[in-house]
Nanobody, 129 residues
Framework: QLQLVESGGGSVSAGGSLRLSCAAS????????MGWFRQAPGKEREFVGV????????LYADAVKGRFTISRDNSNNRVYLQMNDLKSEDTAVYYC??????????????????????WGQGTQVTVSS
C-alpha cells in the first residue's frame, strides 16, 4: 500500500515553469509505474504522463509532450513533474498516482485512471495569461 502526497503547485504566468513533487510512503515504491493526471474545472480527469517502474521510460499526453518531464528517485520514494512553458490551459488540479507493475507498452491501459491503485490528494496549478 502507498500513500502519496503532492507538493509544488501554485500560480505562475504563462511561459513560466513549476516542478511538482510526489512523496510516497509505503513499501515497494520501485514496483509501481507512477503517473500524473490533472483535472480542470468542469472537465474529466485526464492523463498527463507516466514513468515506468522497470527502466524509467516515459509516456506523455500529446498536450504536454515536449514541455513536461517526469522523473523518479527510487532511493527517496519520489516522483517529479517538471512543467515548462506553461499555458493557461494547463490550469488544473494535478494528481500523482501509482499503478502496480504498470506496463507502458499497453498504452490504452496505462493512460486510463482506472488502472491506478493509489492517488494523492492533488495540488492546484494556476497559469495566468
Amino acid at each position: 500500500q502507498l500513500q502519496l502526497v503532492e507538493s509544488g503547485g501554485g500560480s505562475v504566468s504563462a511561459g513560466g515553469s513549476l516542478r511538482l513533487s510526489c512523496a510516497a510512503s509505503g513499501r515497494f515504491f520501485s514496483k509501481y509505474a507512477m503517473g500524473w493526471f490533472r483535472q480542470a474545472p468542469g472537465k474529466e480527469r485526464e492523463f498527463v504522463g507516466v514513468i515506468s517502474w522497470i527502466d524509467s521510460s516515459t509516456l506523455y499526453a500529446d498536450a504536454v509532450k515536449g514541455r513536461f518531464t517526469i522523473s523518479r528517485d527510487n532511493s527517496n520514494n519520489r516522483v517529479y513533474l517538471q512543467m515548462n512553458d506553461l499555458k493557461s490551459e494547463d490550469t488544473a488540479v494535478y494528481y500523482c498516482s501509482a499503478c502496480h507493475q504498470g506496463d507502458l507498452r499497453v498504452e490504452s491501459l496505462i493512460r486510463s485512471d482506472l488502472s491506478y491503485d493509489y492517488w494523492g490528494q492533488g495540488t492546484q496549478v494556476t497559469v495566468s495569461s
